[in-house]
C-alpha cells in the first residue's frame, strides 16, 4: 500500500535519538532548546516554543492570547478536530467561514461574520497551501483580532520567499508521524512576541520557575505538556532534511499535475509560482457526477494499493459540535467533503509510484464517470 502521506526515518534520524536514550537527560535537557533555535533560525520567527503534540500548541496559544468562555473565534471547517476543540475546551465558540476549493478558508468571507464577541481569527493552511494571508492579517489588525495560524500542514511552506512562521501572532506547526517533519508526536508555536513565548514556556510545564538550588516557584496554571529529548534529537536531525523532503514531494506533485491538466472530471489545488507549498496533502476535488461513487472510488483504489484518504469532514458535521452548537450548513464546506479525495505524494516514493499512482487513479475515475447521482 501507497500511503497518502508518510514519515520517512533513516540511520541518521535512529543514531541521533539513539544517543540521547544513553545520555544523562532524556527530558529537561539541552535538546529542547536545540530545536527551537533551529526551528527559529529555519523560519525566521524571534521565539519556539515546543510541545509534546500540535493539539497541546494550540491550546498554549489559545490560553495564552486569552481566549475564554463567550469568545467567538473566526475559523475553518476544514481541518482535524483539534484546531477548534481547543478553544471550546475553553468556552468559546467556533464561528464557521466557508472555504474554497482550494480547502482554505475563504477570505472574503471573513470580515463579515465579525462581532463585538469576536477574539481571533484561526486559519489553516490547507494540504501545505498558505493562505491569503496578508489579506487576513489586514483584516485582524483592522479589527484589533488576534490571528492565529494552524500550520500544522506547512512547516517549509513559503510565499514570496518568507517562510510560515513569520506571518501571524502566533503560528502553530506538528511534527506528528505524518507531517512534513516528524518526532513521532510533537508540536510547536512560533511567535515574535517575547511575553507570549516566556507565558507559553510557564503553560507547558506546570507554571512552575526554578530559582535557586532546589527552590522553585509555581506562578501561573501549567500543564506537563513537555517535548522529549529524543523527540527535539529526532526533529533536529528531520529538520536539516526538510527542504529535500518537499522537493521530492513538490516533484511528484508537479508530475500529477502535468498528467491531470487536461481533465474534466476533477480538479486539484493549485499553487501559485510565488509560493512553495510544503505538499503535506495532494488533494483532488472530484466533479459532482463522482460524488455519489465516492465511497466505491475510494475502496476500489486501497484494493489496488494507493492508501487514499479524505480530508477533512467539516468540523461541525461531527456529533460533538452538532449536540452543541446546532446543525450547521456552509456550501462550499459541504461540497469539498462529498468531493475531495487525497492521493499519495510523498518523499518515500519514487517516479514509478507516482507513475503508478496517476494510471490506477484516472483508470479508476473514468470507470465511475458515468453513474452520476440517482435521486
Known amino acids: 500500500m501507497i500511503p497518502y502521506s508518510t514519515q520517512l526515518i533513516e540511520q541518521d534520524d535512529i543514531d541521533v535519538v539513539v544517543s540521547v536514550l544513553n545520555s544523562p537527560f532524556l527530558t529537561q535537557g539541552a535538546k529542547v532548546e536545540e530545536f527551537e533555535n533551529a526551528l527559529c533560525d529555519y523560519a525566521g520567527a524571534k521565539f519556539a516554543v515546543s510541545f509534546n503534540s500540535a493539539t497541546s500548541a ?3 496559544a489559545y490560553v495564552i492570547c486569552g481566549i475564554s468562555e463567550g469568545d467567538e473565534i473566526i475559523t475553518t471547517p476544514i481541518s482535524f478536530v483539534a484546531t477548534s476543540n481547543m478553544f471550546v475546551l475553553l468556552g468559546a465558540k467556533p464561528v464557521w467561514c466557508d472555504v474554497k476549493l482550494d480547502g482554505n478558508i475563504d477570505e472574503r468571507l471573513i470580515e463579515e461574520l465579525i462581532t463585538p464577541k469576536t477574539k481571533a481569527i484561526v486559519v489553516v493552511d490547507f494540504g501545505g497551501k498558505v493562505v491569503e494571508i496578508q489579506k487576513i492579517k489586514d483584516i485582524a489588525k483592522k479589527h484589533n483580532l488576534i490571528l492565529i495560524d494552524d500550520a500544522s ?6 510565499v514570496d520567499e518568507q517562510k510560515v512562521g513569520l506571518f501571524a501572532d502566533m503560528t502553530i506547526f506538528s511534527f506528528h508521524a505524518i507531517k512534513p517533519i516528524t518526532t513521532g508526536e510533537g508540536g510547536a508555536v512560533l511567535t515574535d512576541n517575547e511575553e507570549l513565548a516566556k507565558r507559553m514556556r510557564l503553560f ?8 535557586e538550588l532546589w527552590n522553585s516557584d509555581m506562578v501561573a496554571m501549567g500543564h506537563n505538556f513537555r517535548l522529549t529529548e529524543f523527540a527535539a534529537a529526532l526533529g533536529l536531525s528531520q529538520l536539516k ?5 518537499i522537493r521530492v ?14 481533465e474534466k472530471l476533477f480538479i486539484t489545488q493549485k499553487i501559485p509560482s510565488n509560493m512553495i507549498s510544503s505538499r503535506h496533502l495532494y488533494p483532488i476535488i472530484l466533479n459532482p457526477e463522482l460524488q455519489c461513487p465516492k465511497e466505491d472510488i475510494f475502496k476500489e483504489l486501497q484494493s489496488l494499493g494507493l492508501g487514499v484518504q479524505v480530508h477533512y469532514k467539516p468540523i461541525y458535521q461531527n456529533s460533538f ?4 452548537f446546532g446543525d450547521v450548513s456552509l456550501m462550499v464546506a459541504d461540497d469539498f467533503y462529498r468531493s475531495e479525495i487525497s492521493i499519495p505524494c510523498h518523499q518515500k516514493m519514487s517516479m514509478e509510484d507516482a507513475k503508478y499512482v496517476a494510471d490506477m487513479f484516472l483508470d479508476t475515475i473514468r470507470k465511475y464517470s458515468h453513474r452520476g447521482c440517482s435521486f
Open 204 to 211: 507547558r510545564s506546570h507554571g512552575v520557575v526554578k530559582k
Open 58 to 60: 494550540l491550546l498554549a
Open 321 to 324: 459540535y452538532r449536540e452543541k
Open 241 to 245: 532534511k526538510l527542504d529535500g523532503f
Open 249 to 262: 514531494r513538490s516533484e511528484i506533485a508537479s508530475y500529477y499535475d502535468e498528467r491531470f491538466k487536461n
Open 153 to 158: 500542514h506547512a512547516l517549509g511552506s513559503s
